[in-house]
């Protein structure tokens, strides 16, 4: 039973290029989230998903786009990476009003 | 609209002092969920408590208790005789029922450096 995972753990990347993060879970829960962390600004939701096939915006999903084609997979997309996107990204999962558990995190620069 | 503020940026305090993390919460939900997640040095968010706004009960867990008053809309964290262990961004957050996606609102993050 591993949790939640997420891969990479570390990009770099330069201006203009895209990338996926992929998160998975194996603990079957309904809702997953992207979250953003910055410094002196807490965690910030990118978008979520309370299912399969399904997706909503959160507090900051401009330059994101995610998919959850299966159940225990969330991808983050970013397709033409900006250096105020420089973060570190948790993805998190969760069965209802439980708590939610957090992958390791991505800790992603654009340059 | 819902907000969680915790105003201490940073405490320093030496092993063995108490110290307190205070957490205060706006909500327009009748029911509600607070939450504290620890977050070491090493970067990952350690679950610590789960309280529903109905529960007012104060909780203890080994050195850790919690003080949920909603009359103050305050979820304070109290670590007791504090250890170098400690050390680590605390954040607060909190989660309304009425939107359906159980997201998490978090605070800033009290960080807290526990000296030898």
């Known amino acids: 039973n591993a949790g939640v995972t997420q891969t990479p753990k570390f990009r770099v990347l330069k201006t203009g290029q895209s990338m996926t993060l992929l998160c998975a879970q194996d603990?079957?829960?309904?809702?997953m989230y992207w979250y953003r962390q910055d410094p002196g600004m807490g965690l910030r939701l990118i978008h979520y998903?309370?299912?399969?096939?399904?997706?909503a915006k959160g507090e900051v999903p401009d330059g994101y786009n995610v998919s959850r084609l299966k159940k225990q997979n969330f991808l983050l997309g970013l397709e033409s990476a900006a250096p105020s996107q420089t973060s570190v990204y948790f993805c998190?999962?969760?069965?209802?009003?439980?708590?939610?558990?957090f992958g390791p995190g991505t800790r992603l620069t654009v340059t | 609209a819902q907000k969680v503020t915790q105003a201490q940026t940073e405490i320093s305090v030496v092993e063995k002092e108490d110290v307190t993390l205070d957490c205060v919460y706006e909500?327009?939900?009748?029911?509600?969920?607070l939450f504290w997640y620890k977050q070491p040095p090493s970067g990952e968010l350690v679950f610590l408590i789960r309280?529903?706004?109905?529960?007012?009960q104060n909780e203890i867990s080994g050195r850790y208790s919690w003080n949920f008053q909603k009359s103050t809309s305050s979820f304070n964290f109290t670590i007791t005789a504090s250890q170098v262990v400690d050390s680590a961004v605390y954040f607060c957050?909190?989660?309304?029922?009425?939107?359906?996606?159980?997201?998490?609102?978090f605070g800033s993050g009290t960080r807290l450096l526990v000296r030898p």
């Open positions: 998190a999962s969760s069965e209802t009003r439980t708590e939610q558990y």
């Open positions: 603990m079957n829960h309904e809702y």
């Open positions: 998903s309370v299912g399969e096939g399904t997706t």
């Open positions: 909500t327009r939900d009748t029911t509600y969920y």
């Open positions: 309280r529903n706004s109905f529960d007012e």
């Open positions: 957050a909190l989660s309304g029922t009425m939107d359906s996606s159980y997201k998490l609102i």
